[in-house]
Every structure is written in structure tokens, then in C-alpha cells.
């Protein structure tokens, strides 16, 4: 089915989660029914798509070719991380246990700027949690990747 913005409009006008369209087909003359759905909150959509960034960054990483992680950096720090910095971030990003999404923010940094956050922990982890958090662009490359590795007791 061919989704048309008339479409799209339409089910932005009417918020709803799940909209049944149906769309005339001229060859079998009858109708083709498809369901689309639609996130609730676009917000959602944004943050999945980074989460899916970060994801790819990390089974990237820890991949035969770490340099090829290099792509989902921002411009503004893809120049300054050099092999061994990679080395040392898959090194530090556990492979061994998965990664769970612990908060999702629209902060702003000193400009007003909207910065980008997500941060994850592991699903192995009992408090204190070791969290990580990643900082993306307005074009959702990662900016910055900072770990917490707090004091067991």
C-alpha cells in the first residue's frame, strides 16, 4: 500500500495510535485494507532512532573493524578519536551483558541548545547501577559517551 501525505495528514490530524486505511485497488476491484501505526508521540520516534544509533555503535565496536564506528560520531569529535580511544570505549562497554534504557531527556546546554540524551545499564547490574550515558547532535550522531562506574560496597 502507498502511503500519501493526504494520508499521513490525516492521521496526524486524528492522533490516533492505530488507523485502518483502505485503498482502492483499480486491477482486482476490491479493496486493500493495512493497518499503519502510528507512535503516539513523535518524541519516540526520535529517541528510538538514536537508541538504534547507539546500538549499531556499540555491535560496531566491538566488531573487526572499530574504525568503522567512527561513522556515528558527530563531525564535531569524529576527528579526534583515534583508534585507541575506540579500543579503550570497547573495552569499557560490556559485551557480555545487554544493555537496558534507563531514562530518555531533552536537556540544553550552556547556548540553549537542545542536547540530546539517553542512558543505559546493564540488565545484570543490582544497585549501584554503572550506567552509561550518550550525548547526540542535533543529527543524532553521538557526541560524547560517558561511563559511571560507581563504588560497590
Known sequence: MKITIRNLILLTLFGTSFVTLAQNNSNAKKAEVSTVVVPANPMEVRYKLLDDTFRDFVKTLHGENKMQ????????????????????????????????????????????????????????????????QIKFDNLGKIISIQSSHPNKK
Not at 534507563?102 to 540544553?108: G, R
Open 69 to 132: 564506528a567512527k561513522t556515528f560520531l558527530s563531525e564535531s569529535v569524529k576527528d579526534m578519536v583515534g583508534p585507541e580511544a575506540l579500543e579503550a570505549l570497547s573495552k569499557s562497554i560490556r559485551r557480555d551483558n545487554p544493555i537496558l534504557t534507563l531514562s530518555k531527556e531533552i536537556l540544553y546546554d550552556v547556548n540553549a541548545n537542545n542536547m540530546e540524551y539517553l542512558v543505559y545499564g546493564y540488565t545484570v547490574d543490582t544497585e549501584p547501577k554503572e550506567t552509561i
